[in-house]
């Protein structure tokens, strides 16, 4: 079931509007791991032409979301604490990485980290997850 739940996610990310909207690209998933990226983009810019703390929370949550939900059941976020560290440089190309730390029945702890393309530290995440029962409703479309 495992290279079939992934396969899945990797569908639905594609056909997620907010995630084509953003322009995110899955790089990598497996169970309890994300690898998503952000290219740069004009229209994410805050008032200072800065990449908008907004657009990297979502990029956060993103990586956050598809890592998860690739165990194959339902997983919702209960608490995201996100410190930013430093802004990003114009036009950088940003990745999410979210790694699962702990995963117990009824919830999972996921570290997530945003890096530029020199790997310098832009935001880190610590976050939780409640694991529902249920299987992901796309496995059997």
Do not use: W
């Not at 995201?80 to 802004?87: E, F, K, S």
């Amino acid at each position: 079931m495992g290279e079939t739940v992934l396969r899945a996610i990797r569908e639905q990310v594609k056909k997620e509007d907010f995630a084509r909207k953003m322009g995110f690209r899955l790089l990598n998933v497996q169970p309890g791991y994300a690898l998503v990226e952000m290219p740069p983009r004009e229209d994410t810019s805050n008032i200072f032409g800065m990449t908008h703390g907004g657009a990297i929370f979502s990029l956060i949550d993103e990586a956050f979301q598809v890592s998860c939900n690739a165990h194959g059941t339902i997983a919702v976020a209960l608490n995201m604490t996100v410190t930013y560290h430093r802004a990003p440089e114009k036009n950088s190309l940003l990745r999410a990485e979210s790694r699962e730390i702990h995963r117990a029945r009824k919830t999972a702890t996921y570290e997530i980290r945003v890096t530029d393309e020199k790997d310098s530290l832009i935001a880190s995440c610590m976050a939780l997850a409640y694991r529902k029962k249920e299987k992901l409703p796309f496995l059997h479309q």
